[in-house]
């Protein structure tokens, strides 16, 4: 069964390359083994006080190793 939406996870700086998920955050239990994880990345900038937002990535998905 497919999440219905995506949470966010990390923010990264603009000079990151790649991130690696060490488990849900906030009390979460973790990524588990062998299950298909499903992620989306966009970019922000703040311009006058205001943040930005670019569109989203395509879905990408990985299994937990």
Do not use: F, H, I, W
Not at 58 to 65: F, L, M, N
């Amino acid at each position: 069964k497919k999440a219905s939406g995506y949470v966010p996870v990390a923010n990264l700086s603009s000079k990151s390359r790649s991130y690696m998920d060490k488990g849900l955050q906030n009390g979460g239990n973790g990524l588990v083994k062998g299950n298909r994880y499903y992620y989306k990345v966009r970019g922000y900038r703040y311009t006058a006080g205001a943040k930005l937002y670019g569109p989203y990535s395509k879905v990408k998905s990985e299994r937990a190793r």
